[in-house]
Nanobody, 119 residues
Framework: QVQLIESGGGLVQAGGSLRLSCAAS????????MGWFRQAPGKEREFVAR????????YYSDFVKGRFTISKDNAKNMVYLQMSSLKPEDTAVYYC????????????WGQGTQVTVSS
């Protein structure tokens, strides 16, 4: 059974930091592209960052570039999002996503973790 469980969200002041974790089970993240997305109230879910199966390649949205860092530990089957210099506009539910294309596309989502940044 594929499962993604996010943790590490919470309330932080602007300029602060948080580290989100995503624990994967039921599959090996080394074979999947892993990503973080977020959804603010009243807005569509948007891409934040992704990392390749090997961890060698990362990609970020423009609005987090230089502030957020995605990483993974394939041995522990864990994905992380280190967030620094947080802004009130970073407030959202953050979701972990696993994606692989093998004959067809497979996509799995976690349940999300709330991040609230106060001004």
């Amino acid at each position: 059974q594929v499962q993604l469980i996010e943790s590490g969200g919470g309330l932080v002041q602007a300029g602060g930091s948080l580290r989100l974790s995503c624990a994967a089970s039921g599959f090996r993240i080394s074979s999947y592209e892993m990503g973080w997305f977020r959804q603010a109230p009243g807005k569509e879910r948007e891409f934040v960052a992704r990392i390749s199966g090997s961890g060698a390649s990362t990609y970020y949205s423009d609005f987090v570039k230089g502030r957020f860092t995605i990483s993974k530990d394939n041995a522990k089957n864990m994905v992380y999002l280190q967030m620094s210099s947080l802004k009130p506009e970073d407030t959202a539910v953050y979701y972990c996503r696993a994606r692989v294309v093998s004959l067809k596309e497979y996509v799995y989502w976690g349940q999300g973790t709330q991040v609230t940044v106060s001004s």
